[in-house]
């Protein structure tokens, strides 16, 4: 079956992102960390069977599995051209990512926030879902090659290999917004967030906590999955684009967004930022479409 | 370490694709003694039943003027030690990996898969890893040595042969069957060095035999055979041998029929000597000289020795954190020279996947990673598996007007040349 389109989006974030004034909201409401020092042995199971099920090649997230090496490559490959663009010649491609600080949003169950990790990121996947977390943190837990640290989780699951690793990863159950508002802005060298921007519930305030998070000259990776098969695109391209006709301001954003919406979305950010801070920087926006196939 | 004076029975024909890996992507041919090396630039095959049926593979049609390269197992297997040592020296150096670790003179005794092991200990700490039984919740094989040590895996490379304990672990079928041929080998000299630097295989109907050129006036010969003759030629007496080798590669098979049954009567039986010099005297000398390898003149003391012969291959190449490659995966008759070969092959696609998902930040034990490898490299063995074993069948018939088709077959496949070329291809990797 030669199925979606996913098609992704780079940001370089402007110098002056941080200066925006936009409305966070947060997304999901979230329970408090579920931080806490004892967790059961039926606890341990059910999250076993859960991660499992999240991490089965061939299973119900076989698709997601597919598609992790291709984002991945993608965000190596546009890190690496960056650099070339900013003159840094003597660049080792392999260890592009290594030391840089990646915040990975939705990590769900940790696919792309481990090969991020593998790649020498220190990666901190946060997830709205305790439940991602404590599947990702587990299944993370046994690969002694990550050195991976939880801050919501006991020791079992949450023990920091002594293994050598090249990048750290954590995780923590969190949203954008609170890490946002804990951390402040300018605290990632790269933001990204993978088929997540489709499920919020404000797509505007979402982005827009991840960009203000990202530091100036970072770089943020936005993945939605595009509808490609022609019928199903119109429909649902139709009638979101009816919707913003009815109402217009109000829903830019639909629930399906569209790689030209993405664009158009950031050159928005960067106008009005551009009124409220003369001297901005340059917002480049660098899309790319690519097909999966999938067996 | 300097290599034994005589050349080691093992030998083995590098296709030029070989080389060139060795060369470009491993680097171990650096470390190649070159002076144990003959490349040779063709094979003259012909028909046991008929000698007018002739085939000749060239390396012109490589591209490269050389077909392959004989290499004594023990070259390669020497050189690829100092390349570890070389990039250990040089991981050392730069502190960034762990060395590589080689245990020798190891066995492994029994594979486990944590998650299935029956455990005995409690679970009463879950903070406390029983190193002697591996990491329980980590799903990688555990390899138990027999120096009592454990070794738990992220990707178990099975490279461990035909009776590969690492497929048997991962339940993967293997489908084949056994020739009930055997393969003899040894080391001989031929009368002198020949320029011609060619390889020589005859199809006798009990198998191929071929005699394939080393440096100098060295040599080494393939001979497959039935087992009762497999027996007698490791019994039959070390001066006869050269000259039974010679009558084979040159005398009608009725009248090997007739040689065989005298040394089986007496494997020291010297009379045979002059009966094979009567024969060859009947033959027409500039043919002789023309169509066929140099007389054989000596055999290396205690260089014979006799493999079975099978045809195997394994249903998949991989299972999760599991790869199969060389005779683990596939076991080939010898007379394409291909064994050693596939294993190479295999190698370079098993790279390369490992090295995309290295690239791509995977788990080098997923499956996702390890497909890859499998749909590479599986289906051209499948098929080089394939023409081998009909090649095989096709000779071993003794049939006369199957004989006379197969004679006519070959023929016209010497001067069909694309067809030439697509086995040349094969068999040279190119
Ligand atoms: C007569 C003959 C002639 C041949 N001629 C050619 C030729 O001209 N060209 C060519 O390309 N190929 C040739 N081959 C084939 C070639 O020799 C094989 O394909 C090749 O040796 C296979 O290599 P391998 O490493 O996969 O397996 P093997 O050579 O079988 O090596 C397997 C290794 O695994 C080890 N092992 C197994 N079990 C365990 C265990 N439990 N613990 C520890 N170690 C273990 C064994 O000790 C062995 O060292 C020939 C084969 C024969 C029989």
């Known amino acids: 079956m030669r199925a979606s389109t996913s098609s992704r989006h780079i940001l370089r974030s402007a110098k002056n992102i941080r200066t925006l004034h936009t409305t966070v909201q947060r997304q999901t409401s979230l329970a408090s960390s579920s931080s806490s020092s004892t967790v059961n042995p039926d606890e341990i199971a059910h999250f076993s069977r859960l991660s499992a099920q999240w991490w089965d090649e061939r299973g119900e997230f076989g698709m997601l599995h597919k598609m992790n090496p291709v984002r991945t490559q993608f965000v190596r490959e546009k890190l690496v051209e960056m650099e070339y663009e900013d003159g840094h010649e003597d660049l080792n491609e392999a260890k592009v990512l290594e030391g840089l600080k990646v915040l990975d949003v939705g990590c769900g169950g940790g696919l792309f926030s481990e090969s991020l990790t593998r790649l020498g990121a220190n990666t901190l996947g946060i997830d709205a879902s305790a439940s991602n977390i404590a599947i990702a943190s587990l299944h993370a837990s046994n690969d002694p090659a990550l050195s991976f640290t939880s801050s919501s989780l006991p020791q079992r699951f949450g023990s920091s290999v002594s293994h050598k690793g090249k990048g750290k990863l954590t995780y923590e159950h969190t949203s954008v917004e609170d890490l946002l508002a804990r951390e402040g802005p300018n605290s990632f060298d790269v933001v990204c967030s993978m088929e997540v921007v489709e499920h919020v519930d404000n797509p505007r305030a979402f982005l827009t906590s991840c960009a203000e998070i990202l530091k100036p000259g970072g770089h943020l990776f936005l993945s939605t999955i595009a509808r490609t098969p022609l019928a199903y695109f119109l429909t649902i391209f139709s009638a979101e684009q009816l919707l913003r006709f009815v109402t217009p301001g109000t829903h830019t954003w639909s629930k399906y967004i569209n790689p030209s919406e993405l664009t158009s979305f950031f050159h928005n950010l960067h106008s009005s930022s551009s009124l409220s801070s003369p001297s901005s920087g340059e917002i480049e926006v660098k899309g790319q479409t690519m097909d999966i196939e999938v067996g | ?430």
């Open chain 2, 1 to 430: 370490m300097d290599p034994p004076e005589n050349y080691t029975n093992r030998v083995v024909s590098l296709t030029p694709k070989s080389v060139e890996f060795m060369q470009e992507k491993i680097g171990s041919w650096d470390f190649i003694n070159l002076d144990r090396i003959k490349f040779y630039d063709g094979i003259r095959a012909y028909d046991g039943q008929d000698n007018s049926s002739r085939i000749s593979f060239d390396g012109t049609t490589t591209g490269s003027g050389v077909l392959a390269a004989m290499c004594e197992n023990i070259n390669i297997q020497s050189s690829l030690i100092s390349k570890i040592e070389q990039l250990n020296d040089e991981i050392i150096d730069e502190e960034e990996d762990q060395p590589a670790i080689i245990l020798d003179n190891t066995k492994v005794i029994d594979i486990e898969d944590p998650l299935n092991a029956q455990h005995t200990h409690s679970h009463s700490d879950l903070n406390e890893i029983d190193p002697s039984a591996g990491d329980e919740a980590l799903d990688w094989p555990i390899i138990k040595l027999d120096n009592g040590e454990a070794l738990q895996a992220r990707l178990l490379v099975g490279a461990d042969g035909y009776n590969s304990p690492v497929r048997k672990f991962a339940r993967i079928e293997s489908r084949g069957w056994q020739y009930d041929r055997w393969g003899v080998v040894g080391t001989i000299k031929m009368q002198f060095e020949d320029y011609r630097a060619l390889g020589w295989q005859r199809f006798l109907s009990t198998g191929p035999l071929a005699i394939l050129p080393l440096t100098d006036d060295n040599a080494t010969f393939v001979w497959s055979s039935t087992p009762e003759l497999a027996e007698l030629l490791l019994k039959v007496d070390e001066v006869i041998f050269p000259h039974l080798l010679t009558a084979a590669m040159t005398l009608e098979e009725v009248d090997l029929q007739y040689i065989y049954k005298t040394l089986q009567n007496n494997p020291n039986d010297r009379s045979v000597l002059e009966d094979i010099s009567w024969r060859l005297s009947k033959k027409d000398i500039s043919d002789l000289e023309e169509n066929y390898p140099l007389p054989v003149t000596e055999l290396i003391p205690g260089s014979r020795a006799r493999f079975p012969l099978k045809l195997s291959h394994a249903d998949t190449y991989m299972a999760p954190r599991i790869a199969l490659v060389g005779d683990a995966a596939h076991t080939i008759h010898p007379l394409a020279g291909q064994g050693l070969n596939m294993g190479q092959s295999d190698v370079g696609h098993l790279v390369q996947a490992l090295e995309k998902g290295v690239d791509r930040g995977m788990d080098i034990g997923s499956t996702l990673v390890l497909e890859n490898y499998v749909a590479n490299a599986w289906p051209s063995n499948h098929m080089i598996l394939g023409a081998c074993d009909k090649l095989h069948k096709i000779f071993a018939v003794q049939w006369t007007p199957f004989v006379y088709l197969r004679g006519f077959g070959i023929k016209t496949l010497n001067s069909l040349g694309y067809v030439k070329d697509l086995m040349v291809q094969t068999i040279s990797g190119k």
